[in-house]
């Protein structure tokens, strides 16, 4: 069945620092990808998605990019903040719309 | 403003009782979900409905269950079956899926039920 990998947390990083958190999928066919996040106590957020190879999607300073060859959808930041401090959730739908898979989140602490 | 509304957004429980939790869109979405996630933990399914009427076991369905008789309205009870309920209980819901126009879910800012 399908899966979602992501990169063990917590990770902790200072301010302004570059972010990475890893990300990769087992699916058939062409799956949307997603990237949540989920700040304390509350809901998840949509933060980008793509919905097809090399696709690019981008929100708030964050980036990733679907790329089928090695099955990642990576999520970049440039410089961290202190409130980008979350949990990071990866996510995909196959394309026969069926449910979300999600993977097991990657908690995010940046300190001042 | 559409969204998601989940209440309470804290809940008590005693042992023993069955308790609803409240979930209502107005996003007219036809699809909604229920996930529970434990501290520190991810996303675990528990039911989703596609269509008024109708609705399918999640991963972890026992000691649940649930109702789809309005499309805005998707409530879950959590039963007295559920041997570890204290968790935090999220909502979703999405457009039926169209390829090449995947809007993902919306989510609720959930509910925290606890057991005393």
């Known amino acids: 069945g399908d899966s979602v990998t992501q990169m063990e947390g917590p990770v902790t990083l200072s301010e302004e620092a570059f972010l990475t958190i890893n990300c990769t999928y087992t699916a058939t066919g062409y799956p949307s990808l997603f990237w949540y996040v989920q700040y304390p106590g509350e809901g998840l957020q949509l933060l980008l998605k793509?919905?097809?190879?090399?696709d690019k999607g981008s929100n708030k300073g964050f980036e990733a990019t679907y790329r089928k060859e090695t099955t990642s959808f990576h999520l970049e930041k440039g410089s961290v903040q202190v409130s980008d401090s979350a949990v990071y959730f990866c996510a995909l739908r196959d394309n026969y719309g069926q449910n979300f898979v999600f993977g097991p989140g990657t908690r995010l602490s940046v300190l001042p | 403003d559409g969204g998601i509304t989940q209440s309470p957004k804290y809940l008590f429980r005693k042992e023993g009782q069955n308790v609803t939790l409240s979930c209502e869109q107005n996003?007219?979405?036809?699809?909604m979900y229920w996930y529970r996630q434990d501290p520190g933990q991810g996303l675990r399914l528990i039911y989703y409905s596609q269509i008024v009427n109708d609705f399918q076991k999640g991963d972890i369905a026992e000691g649940y269950s649930v109702s789809r008789e309005k499309k805005e309205s998707f409530p879950l009870t959590v039963t007295s079956a559920q041997k570890n309920p204290t968790a935090f209980y999220l909502c979703a819901s999405s457009i039926t899926y169209s390829q090449g126009s995947d809007y993902g879910y919306t989510f609720g800012s959930g509910t925290r039920l606890t057991v005393v």
């Open positions: 996003l007219n979405h036809d699809a």
């Open positions: 793509a919905t097809k190879a090399d």
